[in-house]
């Protein structure tokens, strides 16, 4: 009974050192880091390739919502194109994973263009309405760099 209490009591404390967030970034990084991010979406709304080329990394990366990977051209050639007609960017937070790294995740909701649904549709995709977006920023040469992204998409769990 006794092992079986000490058990237990191991398995709560290791699941309560996991469940703890990671702390938060200071607030002038954390909304520098964010304002970042943002400026990512606005860049591809605005079909605004050079500013998005100077945000992101010479090797950067991405996974999609299908789970594909993602390269820096592929993203540039989407601004180019007008992928991304419209979007919503809410629920911001930046945590610093190091002094050279900082994770800003936060929730989206896009509005693609025509052209970019019927490319989705063409391959079987459809695009989610929300999205969880995690955006890796690193410090390269003095400046901070958009190194990797991850979209999940945000689904009712039944």
Same mark, same amino acid.
């Given at each position: #009974? $006794?092992?079986?209490?000490?058990?237990? +009591?191991?398995?709560?404390?290791?699941?309560? =050192?996991?469940?703890?967030?990671?702390? %938060?970034?200071?607030?002038?990084? &954390? %909304?520098?880091?964010?304002?970042? +991010? $943002? =400026?990512?979406?606005?860049? #591809?709304?605005?079909?605004?390739?050079?500013?998005?080329?100077?945000?992101? *990394?010479?090797?950067?990366?991405?996974?999609?919502?299908?789970?594909?990977?993602? +390269?820096?051209?592929?993203?540039?050639? *989407? &601004? %180019?194109?007008?992928?991304?007609?419209?979007?919503?960017?809410?629920?911001?937070?930046?945590?610093?994973?190091?002094?050279?790294?900082?994770?800003? =995740? !936060?929730? =989206? @909701?896009?509005?693609? +263009?025509?052209? &970019?649904?019927?490319?989705?549709?063409?391959?079987?995709?459809?695009?989610?309405? !929300?999205?969880?977006? @995690?955006?890796?920023?690193? %410090?390269?040469?003095?400046?901070? $760099?958009?190194?990797?992204?991850?979209?999940?998409?945000?689904?009712?769990?039944?």
């Amino acid at each position: #009974m $006794k092992s079986f209490a000490l058990l237990a +009591s191991v398995m709560i404390f290791c699941a309560a =050192s996991f469940a703890q967030a990671p702390p %938060q970034a200071n607030d002038a990084d &954390a %909304q520098a880091m964010i304002a970042k +991010s $943002k =400026s990512v979406l606005e860049a #591809m709304k605005a079909k605004d390739a050079a500013t998005l080329n100077g945000l992101l *990394a010479n090797d950067f990366r991405s996974v999609d919502i299908a789970g594909d990977f993602g +390269s820096r051209e592929g993203i540039l050639g *989407a &601004a %180019q194109g007008g992928f991304l007609k419209d979007f919503l960017f809410y629920n911001p937070q930046a945590f610093r994973i190091d002094n050279d790294s900082v994770l800003v =995740s !936060y929730n =989206s @909701s896009v509005v693609l +263009s025509d052209t &970019a649904l019927k490319e989705l549709a063409d391959d079987n995709l459809t695009w989610p309405r !929300y999205s969880r977006v @995690s955006d890796l920023w690193v %410090q390269q040469g003095g400046d901070w $760099k958009l190194k990797f992204e991850q979209v999940t998409p945000v689904r009712a769990m039944y």
